[in-house]
C-alpha cells in the first residue's frame, strides 16, 4: 500500500510543472514567443537588408513604401497628398525640393490620387482617364535620358561611317 500510494504522489508532482505550463508559465513567456507590434517600417527594412541595401537608405525608402500605400488606399491621405504634395512631404519627413515633385513618379502618384481619376477608372471611362493623365502631366515626354544621349551622340558622330556600312550590304531577301 505504502508503494501505491507512493507512486500516486510522485506522479502528482511530476505532474505539476506540466499543469502550471498549461495553465501559465512559472517564470513567465520567454520574450522570443511573446507577440511584438513591428512597425510596418520595420518590417520593411528585413528585405532591404538581405538585398543589401546601405543602412542610411533604409528609413527613406520604407517612408516611400508607406507613402504609395497610404495615399493609393486611404482617401484621406490621397486627398491630402493630390492637394498639396510639397505639404504632404514635409509632413512625413521626405525631401519636398522642386526636383523632388517634378520626378516622374510623383507626378504619376499625384495623379492616381485625382479622386476625378479614380472615378474614371472605376467607370471604365477612359477618354476621361487619358484626358486627366494628359493634364497632368504623366504622358508628357521627358527630357531623353542619359543612355538615349550617349547613343545619339554616338550615333551622330559616325554617321559617315554607318551609311557606307549600309551601303555595302547585299539584300539578303529572296523574294522567290
Do not use: C
Not at 50 to 76: C, F, H, M, S, Y
Not at 109 to 129: C, Q
Not at 152 to 159: K, P, S, T
Amino acid at each position: 500500500m505504502k508503494r501505491r500510494n507512493f507512486l500516486k504522489d510522485t506522479a502528482l508532482l511530476l505532474g505539476a510543472p506540466v499543469a502550471v505550463a498549461s495553465t501559465g508559465r512559472l517564470y513567465g513567456a520567454p520574450a522570443s514567443i511573446q507577440p511584438r507590434d513591428i512597425s510596418d517600417l520595420d518590417k520593411f527594412k528585413l528585405p532591404l537588408s538581405r538585398a543589401a541595401v546601405p543602412v542610411q537608405l533604409w528609413d527613406n525608402l520604407a517612408k516611400i513604401g508607406k507613402l504609395w500605400e497610404n495615399v493609393l488606399t486611404n482617401d484621406v491621405e490621397g486627398m491630402a497628398f493630390h492637394d498639396d504634395p510639397r505639404i504632404y512631404f514635409d509632413s512625413i519627413g521626405l525631401d519636398s525640393s522642386d526636383r523632388v515633385l517634378i520626378n516622374e513618379s510623383v507626378v504619376m502618384l499625384r495623379a492616381m490620387a485625382d479622386p476625378e481619376l479614380k472615378n474614371s477608372l472605376a467607370a471604365g471611362n477612359y477618354e476621361v482617364t487619358f484626358s486627366k493623365l494628359i493634364e497632368a502631366g504623366v504622358l508628357d515626354s521627358r527630357e531623353p535620358s542619359a543612355l538615349q544621349s550617349k547613343i545619339e551622340n554616338v550615333l551622330e558622330a559616325n554617321i559617315e561611317e554607318l551609311r557606307a556600312s549600309i551601303a555595302t550590304l547585299k539584300p539578303t531577301l529572296n523574294p522567290a
